[in-house]
């Protein structure tokens, strides 16, 4: 009963470079939620998608970044021209239909950007 | 908007000790609330959550919560902490189908022989 996955667990790019991170949801989920935490602080909402939609992206930066979950595959977090606040853990989180308040995350990625 | 506090941001506790987390929060609705803990270099894992019913909630690794309306509290509880407890502990709001979820800054825990 394997959980939420996410791949890379470390990711290392230089300014302007892109940045790909994957989830692939817990078997059975059909929401994907994307929350950023930056140094010393909580976790913060960035997107909500369900397959082949974008539900809400309101805590997502309006420029250089998307997400997309497709009917097959991982859910996609894109990041472009990375810049160095761009640093973080990227945690991913999946729920059951219904239950969207209970989130189970995944181990993160940890993206530096040099 | 909601908003969740968490006053302490580092806690250190001997071994076998008790523990508390103080987590408040600010919510116009019904709150649910989650306490999350998180090894270093490991994702979160769902402690227990609050969502109705008994305002003193049972959850894994022997931790306990008990909800306080009046106080806007959901303190995170520990008889005796084992060394495997030294984490990054967060606590979380939310309400029924809201899934933007709002963390606290978290408490670092340091278990000492």
């Known amino acids: 009963n394997a959980g939420v996955m996410q791949n890379p667990r470390h990711l290392v790019r230089r300014r302007g470079q892109e940045a790909r991170l994957r989830c692939s949801p817990m078997?059975?989920?059909?929401?994907v939620y994307w929350y950023r935490q930056l140094p010393e602080e909580g976790l913060k909402f960035m997107v909500y998608?369900?397959?082949?939609?974008?539900?809400?992206e309101s805590g997502m930066p309006k420029e250089r970044f998307s997400a997309e979950f497709p009917k097959e595959g991982p859910s996609i977090l894109r990041i472009q021209q990375v810049v160095r606040g761009d640093s973080a853990a990227y945690f991913c989180?999946?729920?059951?239909?219904?239950?969207?308040?209970?989130?189970?995350f995944g181990p993160g990625t940890r993206l530096l950007v040099l | 908007a909601q908003s969740v506090t968490q006053p302490d941001i580092h806690i250190t506790v001997s071994e076998g000790a008790s523990l508390e987390l103080r987590c408040n929060y600010s919510?116009?609705?019904?709150?649910?609330l989650f306490w999350y803990v998180q090894s270093p270099g490991q994702g979160l894992q769902l402690l227990l959550k609050?969502?109705?019913?008994?305002?003193l909630v049972q959850g894994i690794k022997g931790f306990e919560a008990e909800f306080k309306r009046s106080q806007s509290s959901f303190n995170l509880r520990k008889p005796s902490v084992h060394w495997s407890d030294a984490a990054e502990y967060f606590c979380?709001?939310?309400?029924?189908?809201?899934?933007?979820?709002?963390f606290g800054a978290g408490t670092t825990v340091t278990v000492r022989a």
């Open positions: 989180a999946s729920s059951p239909q219904g239950a969207e308040e209970t989130q189970y």
């Open positions: 078997k059975g989920h059909s929401h």
């Open positions: 998608l369900q397959k082949e939609n974008i539900i809400d």
């Open positions: 919510y116009g609705a019904t709150p649910y």
């Open positions: 609050y969502f109705s019913g008994d305002t």
């Open positions: 979380a709001v939310g309400a029924i189908g809201d899934y933007k979820l709002s």
